[in-house]
């Protein structure tokens, strides 16, 4: 779908252009008019100028000697010509040579103004004044080249046409710099959506204009809903564990019962099933022993948390003397606490079940973020590699667990699009796991 900034710049192009069109259009048929009135002015003075030539002779004759008039029109083709008529009688101009000018007739105390086709084509502007003299009816026709006039008129065309496209560049300039300030609190919005779905904040802000006001309260309202029941799954889910792990245990030693002694295959499905469902509670045990009653933060703090979760591990796994080096920043990232935790729990927890003593956490922004354990343990041949992140995958079944940690690991790396990769350590020269996640999903 196209951008609001496209739509807006287009259609407002789009509407300038046409009042652009309109407006050249009129300011030109407003120039031509005033140049033609101000001819006709001037054609309106020759004419009675050469009304005024007019005489009465003896033997009762109009007569015309143009003595009033300007000698322009007696230059050959000057551009500026006369017709008057006395009834039948025509007396043409000389500047006319034997051009015969075709004229309009009009009443007594009328006039005409029109276009006609001069010598060599010329166009002419014509204006023809009605009278009667001496009892006569006469028509004085009085005409003027417009070649001059439409030259100067297309200069001023010319310039007004750059003038007018110059204002309406700067006009079309203005306009997109103005939606491009009025969509600003747009861009924050959604900046501050991308804030939200790092963990850097957990609510948008409230100022906004108020065309969008609704649509920000309802995301907040959205925000907060799925905060909420996020929260009471996963605290759903632990409660669920742990209400589970007595009757589970319960279920584990009714397997072990002489009842079921004539029974194998019977007590061999019941520690089957058992045990599955023992995998999932201690997977959710293990993610609130990890994750901690406090509430998802905003934002993760790397040194911090792997510094909390160091000593968790190291409580849990107390029987063996591990050295735990953390390179981590204390920069904030915005990324959701409890994956990061569970990320960060699962691995560290595979490196201490296989570590002799040494374990090296190592977390960098390198374009994203790039979490490294490595532990000083046996580490893993290269042909099993690729079975580590399956469910319940366990290459060694005297360690204690049931392969899902690593598994979960690949599902939330796999939901920020990251990847997961697994080798030897060239330090420790036990197993490496390489965590890689963009910093903007």
Not at 271 to 295: T, V
Not at 402 to 413: M, R
Request: glycine fraction near 8%; aromatic fraction near 6%; hydrophobic fraction near 45%.
């Amino acid at each position: 779908m196209m951008s609001l900034r496209k739509r807006l710049g287009r259609g407002l192009i789009a509407v300038l252009g046409a009042i652009f069109i309109l407006h050249w259009l009129a300011a030109d048929w407003i120039i031509r008019s005033a140049a033609e009135k101000q001819m006709a002015n001037r054609l309106a003075d020759d004419g009675y100028s050469l009304l005024e030539s007019l005489g009465y002779s003896e033997e009762e004759q109009v007569t015309f000697h143009g003595v009033h008039i300007s000698s322009v029109y007696n230059r050959r083709l000057s551009g500026h010509y006369y017709l008057v008529k006395v009834d039948a009688q025509a007396y043409p101009s000389p500047s006319l040579l034997d051009f015969p000018l075709a004229v309009e007739a009009v009443g007594p105390e009328q006039s005409m103004l029109y276009h006609a086709a001069g010598p060599k084509q010329t166009p002419l502007l014509v204006l023809t004044l009605g009278a009667v003299r001496f009892g006569h009816r006469i028509n004085i026709s009085v005409a003027e080249d417009l070649s001059a006039v439409d030259h100067d008129i297309t200069a001023i065309r010319v310039a007004y046409l750059g003038l007018t496209l110059l204002i309406l560049f700067s006009a079309i300039g203005l306009l997109r710099w103005d939606i491009q300030r009025a969509l600003r609190p747009l861009a924050t919005v959604r900046a501050e959506l991308e804030q939200v779905a790092g963990g850097g904040r957990q609510h948008i802000g409230s100022e906004v204009p108020a065309e969008v006001q609704p649509l920000v309260e309802e995301i907040n309202h959205l925000l907060e809903l799925v905060a909420r029941r996020l929260q009471q799954s996963r605290t759903a889910m632990g409660n669920l564990a742990h209400a589970l792990k007595s009757p589970m245990a319960l279920l584990l030693r009714t397997g072990e019962d002489p009842h079921f002694d004539g029974r194998p295959d019977l007590r061999a499905r019941l520690d089957e099933q058992s045990q599955a469902i023992r995998h999932c509670i201690e997977r959710e045990l293990k993610r609130a022993r990890i994750a901690g009653d406090q509430q998802a933060a905003p934002a993760f703090n790397p040194h911090s948390e792997i510094i909390a979760l160091k000593k968790t591990l190291r409580a849990i796994y107390a029987d063996k003397p591990l050295d735990i080096q953390i390179t981590a920043p204390k920069q904030l990232l915005h990324f959701d606490r409890e994956d990061m935790m569970e990320i960060l729990g699962n691995l560290l927890d595979n490196a201490c079940k296989w570590a002799r003593q040494r374990i090296d956490v190592e977390l960098a922004l390198d374009g994203g973020v790039v979490i490294r354990v490595a532990d000083d343990g046996p580490g893993c041949q290269n042909d099993d590699l690729a079975y580590l992140t399956q469910r319940g995958q366990r290459l060694d079944e005297s360690v204690q667990g049931h392969g899902l940690g690593l598994g979960i690991v690949a599902d939330i790396v796999g939901s920020y699009r990251g990847s997961l990769a697994f080798g030897r350590s060239k330090t420790l020269g036990g197993f490496l796991a390489t965590v890689a996640l963009p910093l903007h999903r």
